[in-house]
């Protein structure tokens, strides 16, 4: 299967099988097209007519388009699929944690998938008792695998600080004695960022996520403190200041958004972000029930799609000009990409992946959280419900019908099993409207790294 379009003025092919990503012009594309629907008479007569040009010229590209599918850079074979329960078979291994360490939180935000933090269920923080045998858990659990990752969440997990501290340090004291490394990654809604938490963080974390939604107006729409009033004014100068700390140590944050029904053209949003001076950025759309008044709709996807499309015009614009910014949906290594293993299973929720609740029930993910059919055991007895772990680990791209013939499936491996289940009942189920939303991310980024390709510039973005 072969994808062809046209991006921010550049026409792309995608070998789906093999990856290979091809930067043509419009007659290649077009021939690119047809060459498995036209006969080669049929191919030649219809586009001499249509591109102005005489049949050698036709000729010579199709020519050049069978040369590629001999060399397996075009057309390649579904080489996947019959070992693919080999190649996703996954081992009883699990190398990272999402731990809420509070479920709780200091603001109201209205769209808030975890219920204002609290996951339908009552408030809690995580004792460093319940903390430490999730560490242990996830040591225990790992194998022979030496990074280990670990999300501090919530809620907000600041209003739990002592204990994330103390976690890190008890991580830290682990790591001499089982060969392992630790890689801490701590979200955060800003409100109670002080230069303690900056200076710890910097030491520690390997990533920060700051929450801001951008635009004030749309900012203090949904994030709201428990008296009403708006987060921007509150947040925005810690997280310049966090952020200007990460830049200065050499260290990883993003300033995460999300958009909803109620802004669809987030270009705007991501326009104030870089206004602010943040160049680490990432917009998602907003994760809620269908009938919600924020859920996106069906008339809100060509908006979004446009807003896709002038992202990547404008880091195409400010990569040239000496400003670049990185945007997460559009970080690909497009030389290599993620191994098969990931391409074809996902991020791993519910078998290498956990989240972890204050009372230190295992779940898939932060999305299943709260969902009683999805607990999977506890940090002290580890994963009881191996039914369940098994259903996960069964499942990658093939088991997925809609993905059979998609041609984004061996970049998205699936998609996210939480939001195929609450759209559609089942892990591996199709949520169609985040679907189309991948493809023309995927586009994008495709199309972003071809124009630094050209400009020559490294096609890897980091």
Not at 167 to 193: P, Q, S
Not at 262 to 268: A, V, Y
Request: charged residues 25%; contains cysteine.
């Amino acid at each position: 299967m072969v994808h062809t379009f046209r991006e921010c003025g550049i026409d792309i092919a995608v070998d789906c099988e093999s990856g290979a990503i091809h930067i043509v012009d419009e007659l290649v594309r077009d021939v690119i097209s047809v060459y498995k629907t036209l006969s080669r008479d049929e191919t030649v007569a219809t586009l001499s007519q249509k591109h102005g040009i005489s049949p050698a010229e036709v000729e010579e590209c199709v020519d050049e388009v069978a040369a590629l599918e001999k060399s397996g850079g075009l057309f390649a074979p579904d080489a996947f699929r019959p070992d693919a329960a080999t190649l996703t078979k996954r081992a009883d291994v699990v190398k990272a944690l999402c731990l809420h360490v509070a479920h709780t939180c200091n603001l109201d935000c209205e769209y808030c998938f975890a219920s204002q933090g609290k996951y339908h269920g009552e408030r809690a923080l995580m004792s460093f008792e319940v903390g430490k045998a999730a560490l242990d858990f996830l040591i225990a659990s790992s194998g022979t695998r030496h990074n280990l990752e670990v999300d501090f969440f919530g809620g907000e997990p600041l209003m739990n600080w002592n204990v994330v501290k103390r976690l890190v340090a008890y991580a830290r004291e682990r790591e001499k004695d089982c060969g392992k490394h630790f890689r801490f990654t701590l979200t955060t809604n800003g409100m109670l960022v002080d230069d303690e938490v900056i200076e710890f963080s910097n030491r520690e974390m390997d990533n920060v996520v700051m929450s801001l939604d951008g635009r004030k107006k749309v900012n203090d729409r949904f994030r709201k403190t428990a008296g009403g009033l708006g987060s921007f004014d509150i947040i925005v100068p810690k997280f310049q200041r966090f952020a200007a700390a990460r830049n200065a140590a050499g260290k990883e944050y993003y300033i995460r958004g999300t958009f909803t029904h109620l802004n669809p053209d987030f270009m705007k949003d991501i326009e104030v972000m870089l206004e602010l001076g943040f160049d680490r950025l990432s917009m998602e759309p907003v994760v809620c029930d269908p009938s919600s008044p924020y859920a996106l709709t069906e008339e809100d996807m060509p908006i979004v799609k446009r807003q896709y499309e002038l992202l990547a015009e404008k880091m195409i614009e400010r990569r040239r000009t000496g400003a670049p910014f990185v945007f997460y949906h559009y970080m690909l290594d497009l030389e290599h990409g993620p191994c098969i293993y990931k391409r074809l299973s996902g991020c791993g929720s519910g078998t290498e992946y956990l989240a972890v609740t204050p009372t230190g029930d295992l779940y898939p993910c932060h999305q299943f959280v709260g969902e009683k059919d999805f607990l999977m055991g506890n940090v002290f007895d580890g994963v009881t419900n191996t039914a369940l772990r098994d259903n996960f680990k069964k499942s990658n791209v093939f088991t997925k019908p809609e993905c059979a013939e998609c041609n984004a499936r061996l970049w998205c491996a699936g998609g996210c099993a939480a939001n195929a289940f609450h759209a559609t009942g089942s892990i591996n189920g199709n949520y169609a409207y985040g679907c189309e939303l991948f493809k023309k991310r995927l586009q994008c980024a495709i199309a972003v790294g071809a124009s630094a390709f050209l400009d020559g510039n490294p096609v890897a973005q980091a």
